[in-house]
């Protein structure tokens, strides 16, 4: 039964979604109980969400512990080689089954009173079996609560709703911008090394917004990397390129360009050629005349491509990096940042990628603590009593007709520097929000 507080929420957000189409968003967004636990309730238990890399788990027995929402899944590769998710906890009393966030394991057996399960879910193990149960207890019907799952290119998601559209729906097209991180060179990407991992008063929305694409905060809250020479642009052109969006669908990224900065460049010149045989000729188009590339796959995973300045000055060098903002309460999340690289790059770049990567956004990255400091302080001030009435504006771009001579899809405006995806990121939460998903 809904309660009249519940009422008046969902009449509350049903006018939060009508202020996104008019370009405003709600500051207690970012920092408030109700929205965090509905959150909880309708959006990160029906949306796809990633769970893994593919390559964090290669060889059978391999696993890692993630999240989706506040459940804690078991990502596992099994002795057959495939991928099997499933809640962290045993059926028989509900201890957490797994308590190492990563390892390798062909089964897992309870702490508590030893039910002992494949790492594909199945029970099969139990004490004092007969007596203590005399045949009652069927074995099969009593496995790990399984977790939907599907894959892209590498990235493992998860969906808890057995409803929901398949994955490759779900991107929607998005796909086109993601091979720009993740099919680089011929054999797809890796992660470099376990993830960069901890913890920030910080609500995920604020990072889920600013990497679909913000090259508004750049110039100026990573102004010290201009100033030196660390990041190859200029305030005065970074405003150019595209923010591409698939729209309905809360997908978004921004494709800065340089007109000085080379095609391709800061990779290495194999790659590059790799590259070019294997994207599509509206892939190498695209990708030809981007510096920069930074988006969100709704609601939490984000990539960010960019070259960074090992010696000041110089070209730099361009890694990726892939990040999820999982959330553990209102205004608060744990971060999982991952540097990517080409399988089949050489072992020199990807040490040098790895650098570039940690010296910019790893945990004590410069580029990070430049954003987490400033989103702290959004995150504290959307949790005071006096912001409970103040929008924000998105209003940026309301005007901005398509671009119909760029060749990638979905949406896309010009300039880069643009409030086009985060108006169609914050509708697709309040769909979800409102329960229309
Ligand atoms: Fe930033």
Not at 113 to 136: A, C, F, Q
Not at 408 to 430: E, I, K, M, Q
Request: charge should be negative; hydrophobic fraction near 35%.
């Amino acid at each position: 039964m809904t309660s009249s507080v519940d009422r008046s929420l969902d009449d509350e957000l049903q006018g939060i979604r009508q202020g996104i189409r008019e370009g405003r968003f709600p500051a207690r967004a970012f920092n408030d109980q109700q929205i965090y636990d509905l959150e909880q309730d309708r959006l990160f238990s029906r949306a796809w969400c990633f769970l893994a890399h593919e390559s964090e788990i290669p060889a059978p027995g391999d696993y890692v512990t993630r999240y989706i929402g506040n459940n804690n899944i078991i990502v596992a590769r099994t002795e057959h080689g495939d991928i099997s998710a499933n809640l962290n906890m045993c059926r028989h009393r509900g201890n957490m089954l797994c308590k190492s966030e990563m390892g390798n394991a062909s089964h897992f057996r309870c702490s508590y009173h030893g039910w002992t399960y494949k790492n594909s879910g199945e029970l099969i193990g139990v004490p004092y079996m007969k007596e203590g149960y005399e045949g009652r207890l069927k074995r099969k019907e009593w496995g790990l609560v399984n977790v939907r799952v599907d894959s892209y290119a590498g990235l493992v998601f998860g969906c808890l709703d057995p409803d929901a559209p398949s994955l490759e729906e779900y991107l929607g097209g998005f796909q086109f911008y993601l091979d720009f991180y993740l099919k680089q060179g011929g054999e797809g990407s890796e992660v470099h090394g376990p993830p960069d991992h901890w913890v920030a008063e910080t609500d995920w929305k604020i990072c889920a917004e600013n990497f679909a694409g913000d090259g508004y905060h750049t110039p100026v809250a990573h102004q010290w990397g201009f100033n030196l020479g660390y990041f190859p642009s200029s305030g005065s052109t970074h405003s150019q390129g595209w923010a591409a969006s698939i729209p309905g669908l809360g997908h978004g990224i921004g494709l800065g360009h340089s007109p000085n900065f080379p095609p391709f460049g800061g990779f290495p010149d194999d790659l590059a050629e790799r590259m070019k045989a294997s994207f599509t000729p509206e892939q190498v188009e695209v990708f030809s005349q981007v510096r920069t590339a930074v988006g969100t796959v709704f609601p939490n995973l984000s990539f960010l491509m960019q070259p960074f300045s090992l010696v000041p000055g110089e070209s730099g060098v361009r890694f990726v990096t892939m990040r999820l903002y999982h959330p553990v309460g209102p205004g608060r999340m744990e971060m999982y940042s991952w540097c990517l690289v080409p399988k089949d790059a050489s072992q020199e770049y990807k040490d040098e990628a790895y650098r570039a990567y940690t010296l910019a956004f790893g945990q004590a990255g410069t580029f990070e603590q430049d954003d987490f400091e400033n989103w702290t302080k959004v995150t504290r001030a959307a949790g005071s009593t006096m912001v409970k009435n103040v929008d924000f504006p998105y209003i940026m771009g309301m005007e901005s007709e398509r671009d119909k001579d760029f060749p990638g899809p979905g949406h896309v405006v010009r300039p880069y520097v643009n409030d086009t995806n985060f108006r169609n990121l914050w509708s697709r939460w309040a769909d979800y929000l409102v329960g229309e998903v």
